[in-house]
């Protein structure tokens, strides 16, 4: 039995993640798009195959969280899947980690507050891992969120092909303001909870990611401009 669009934002919300965020981050998540998978089979916004075994996992639920603005570039979507049994409990974790996949559930479930997973999203750049200890390996840590402020412009990723472009002016008007909100992260995390409204089906989330893309570039040409 399928689930209908308000039965499914209403699960979703009663698994969501619970973000933990820099104490210098500039930019939270604007929106979230929402799946349910029944099935194993490929996922709707990522390059990836989600399988489970249906005997112990009811369906997966998956988080398209999206901002407007990493420290990087304009638009970021990071990832989260929550694997559900059949009695309701979290089963288990994953979470995109710079176009990888990390497993989001410790140990003996320590990062549960019970039926939501803590994960720790990276300062400006956004990847997730349930230890924030994983980002201090990075060795750009500190200077994506500050030399390199900007230095991506607009992304345009394979699932946007088609849908907006860029070229050096937008880059560059990108960069300037950008490099506005370069930071040092503090390493200090603070509870983020995303909010009932931010929730829509990333069906409708994919319809209007141009639009806000639009959006975000008219208020930097009226800001940077000639």
């Known amino acids: 039995m399928t689930m209908s669009e308000m039965e499914m934002l209403q699960t979703a919300m009663s698994y969501a993640p ?7 981050e500039p930019f939270y998540p604007d929106l979230v ?9 490929p996922s709707p916004s990522f390059r990836r195959d989600i399988e489970f075994p249906v005997e112990v996992v009811q369906y997966v639920i998956e988080f398209a969280i ?6 990087g570039h304009l638009y970021e979507m990071e990832h989260v899947w929550i694997y559900v049994g059949h009695d309701g409990e979290v ?13 989001g559930l410790l140990k003996d479930r320590v990062n549960m507050i019970g039926r939501h997973v803590c994960l720790y999203s990276q300062p400006g750049k956004h990847a997730f891992s349930p230890l924030p200890v994983v980002f201090e390996l990075l060795p750009n840590l500190y200077i994506a969120a500050g030399a390199k402020a900007g ?11 088609g849908y907006f472009e860029t070229n050096e002016q937008i880059d560059a008007q990108v960069m300037r303001y950008l490099q506005t909100k370069a930071f040092v ?3 200090e995390f603070q509870e983020y909870l995303l909010q009932p409204e931010m929730f829509m ?3 409708n989330l994919f319809g209007i990611i141009p639009q ?3 959006n975000r570039l008219m208020e930097l040409e009226q800001l940077y401009g000639v």
């Open 18 to 24: 619970v973000l933990m965020f820099d104490r210098n």
């Open 33 to 41: 798009g929402v799946s349910v998978l029944h099935r194993s089979g």
């Open 66 to 71: 999206w901002w407007d603005y990493e420290i």
């Open 91 to 103: 089963v288990d974790c994953e979470a995109s980690f710079h176009g990888k996949v990390l497993r």
């Open 151 to 161: 230095c991506d412009g607009l992304l345009v990723n394979e699932l946007f092909h």
């Open 185 to 187: 992260p503090a390493m």
């Open 201 to 203: 089906t990333w069906d």
């Open 212 to 214: 806000r893309i639009e």
